[in-house]
């Protein structure tokens, strides 16, 4: 795999486990020190850090509860006592802002402390650790948030969900004006159904899997690393050219009205 990340430092959010894990693994491939954020699997969190240093890479883990207030400061009192360590002072380079939860909870049966926990975690959290990580962020830096396709076709049964992605898209395009003139680039990626913990109800049964591939062009269940590799482009050299965009990566999901 091409070194195209030596030299960088990327923090990614919510890299314990599924997509943001494959994220991290990939970006530490490219040569990039990963710091691998966790909420509550701190073990697999640190199994991802000693298989990204067992591979040749580097990389440390940091854990902060995105559903809690003060997250954003958490996170980061974490990542610049690391850095400053290593490096000497807290600049990074990458930004991955992929934590998030997805309550399978259809519009009325959404309570207001779902509503709530959906917001905090999935827009509040991410707008303010984006907020910090714009102060340490060198220039020509990335920031490339985990969005979702729920966005262009919305899921009914996750109505609160759906709805709550929107506004990462919608950030991504006033941060791209605002850092443009510092070369930073502002993204966002739409998954559709990935293989993951999240998922699990449409991937774990035949149902949901025949489901999920009957409204998708290309005919398998997307996996982590479908979504990581468009993540390393948007976090490289070759897409200096790409931002305030929203990259779609469900396979072709719902793209005809057939
Ligand atoms: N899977 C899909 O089909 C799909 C489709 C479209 C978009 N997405 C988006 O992709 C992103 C990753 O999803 P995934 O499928 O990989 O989900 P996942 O397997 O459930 O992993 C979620 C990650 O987010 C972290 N997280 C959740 N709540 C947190 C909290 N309160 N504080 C800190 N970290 C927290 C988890 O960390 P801990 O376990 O350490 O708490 C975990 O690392 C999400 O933003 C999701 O909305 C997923």
């Known amino acids: 795999m091409s070194k195209s990340l030596s030299g960088k430092i990327a923090v990614v959010t919510g890299a314990s486990r599924g997509i943001g894990r494959s994220i991290a693994e990939t970006l530490?491939?490219?040569?990039?020190?990963?710091?691998?954020?966790?909420?509550?699997?701190?073990?697999?969190?640190?199994?991802?850090?000693?298989?990204i240093k067992a591979a040749g890479g580097d990389a440390f883990a940091v854990g902060a509860d995105l559903a809690k207030k003060g997250?954003?400061?958490?996170?980061?009192?974490?990542?610049?006592?690391?850095?400053?360590?290593?490096?000497?002072?807290?600049?990074?380079?990458?930004?991955?802002?992929?934590?998030?939860?997805?309550?399978?909870?259809?519009?009325?049966?959404?309570?207001?402390?779902?509503?709530?926990e959906i917001?905090?975690?999935?827009?509040?959290?991410?707008?303010?650790?984006?907020?910090?990580?714009?102060?340490r962020l060198r220039d020509n830096g990335r920031i490339i948030s985990t969005s979702s396709g729920v966005v262009r076709t919305p899921l009914p049964a996750v109505a609160a969900y759906s709805m709550l992605k929107a506004p990462l898209d919608n950030l991504a395009k006033s941060l791209a004006v605002e850092l443009g003139p510092?070369?930073?680039?502002?993204?966002?990626?739409?998954?559709?159904?990935?293989?993951?913990?999240?998922?699990?109800?449409?991937?774990?049964?035949?149902?949901?899997?025949?489901?999920a591939i009957s409204k998708q062009a290309l005919k398998r269940i997307g996996q982590p690393d479908d979504v990581a590799d468009v993540?390393?482009?948007?976090?490289?050299?070759?897409?200096?050219?790409?931002t305030g965009q929203t990259i779609d990566v469900t396979g072709g999901s719902v793209i005809t009205f057939a």
């Open 28 to 51: 530490a491939a490219k040569g990039a020190l990963v710091a691998v954020h966790y909420g509550k699997s701190k073990g697999p969190a640190e199994e991802v850090v000693a298989k």
């Open 71 to 116: 997250a954003a400061q958490a996170l980061f009192a974490a990542v610049d006592q690391e850095l400053k360590q290593r490096t000497g002072d807290t600049k990074f380079d990458i930004l991955v802002n992929n934590a998030g939860i997805a309550p399978f909870v259809n519009f009325a049966d959404t309570t207001e402390e779902i509503l709530d």
């Open 119 to 135: 917001y905090t975690v999935n827009v509040r959290s991410l707008f303010l650790i984006t907020q910090e990580a714009v102060k």
């Open 182 to 211: 510092r070369g930073i680039t502002v993204n966002t990626v739409a998954p559709g159904v990935i293989n993951t913990d999240m998922a699990a109800d449409f991937v774990n049964n035949a149902e949901g899997q025949a489901f």
């Open 231 to 242: 993540v390393a482009f948007l976090a490289g050299p070759d897409s200096r050219w790409v």
